[in-house]
C-alpha cells in the first residue's frame, strides 16, 4: 500500500500471493505488482486492486481500449476485483456487471485521495462486504464526502485536500442509509 517502497519488493509479492486474506492493494504494492503481475494468478486470497490509470497502464497496457474494455479483460485475465480510479471510477470483477461510481469531482485527483479510498475499502472489508462491494460503497461514500464538501462552501475542486473528505465521510454513509430503496 502507500509508502511502502521497493526496497521490500520480494517479501511484498509473497505477501500478495500467499496470504489466505481479502487484501487491498494499492500505490506501492500497485507498483511492485506491475514488474511481477502474473503473482495473481497464484493468490491463496482474495484481492482488490486500486490503480490510478497511470498505474493500471504498468498494469496492463490495452493499448487504446476504453477504461471499460481494459477493466474487464484484466478481470477475465486474472482473478481480482478491480477499482480503477478516475472520472467516474469503475469496479469491475469477473462474473459481476461493470458499475461506474456515480459520485465525485476533479479536485479528487489530488495527493492522498487514494490513501482514504483504500482506507475506506480495507475497512468496509474488515466489516465484512465482498471486495466487490466494499470497492462500490467505498467509491461511492468518498466521491460523496469530496461533493458534500464542496457544496457546503468548505472547499473547491482546486483546494479540495484529504481531509475534506474524512470530514465529510460519515454524512456521506449516513446519506446512503437514509435514502430510500
Known amino acids: 500500500g ?14 500478495i500471493e500467499k496470504a489466505k486474506q481479502p487484501m ?11 514488474g511481477k503481475v502474473s503473482t495473481l494468478k497464484r493468490c491463496k486470497g482474495e484481492r482488490l486492486l486500486t490503480p490510478h490509470p497511470g498505474e ?33 471510477t469503475i469496479v469491475c470483477e469477473r462474473d459481476k456487471p461493470l458499475s461506474y461510481n456515480s459520485t465525485g469531482n ?35 461514500a468518498c466521491g460523496r464526502a469530496a461533493e458534500i464538501s464542496i457544496f457546503r462552501g468548505q472547499a473547491s475542486e482546486e483546494s479540495l ?11 456521506g454513509f449516513n446519506e446512503l442509509h437514509n435514502s430510500p430503496v
Open 24 to 34: 487491498v492493494v494499492d500505490a506501492d504494492g500497485l507498483n511492485i505488482l506491475s
Open 106 to 140: 476533479p479536485g479528487m485527483a489530488t495527493g492522498g485521495m487514494g490513501d482514504i479510498l483504500t482506507g475506506v475499502c480495507a475497512g468496509l472489508v474488515g466489516q465484512g462486504l465482498s471486495l466487490y462491494d466494499a470497492a462500490r460503497l467505498g467509491a461511492w
Open 2 to 15: 502507500p509508502g511502502l517502497g521497493k526496497s521490500r519488493a520480494d517479501e511484498i509479492l509473497e505477501l
Open 56 to 88: 493500471m497502464k504498468r498494469l496492463f497496457d490495452n493499448k487504446k481500449e476504453t477504461r471499460a474494455k481494459t477493466a474487464t479483460k484484466y478481470c477475465r485475465r486474472f482473478p481480482v476485483t478491480l477499482l480503477l480510479k478516475g472520472s467516474r
Open 161 to 171: 485536500l484529504p481531509r475534506d473528505v474524512l470530514n465529510y465521510l460519515g454524512e
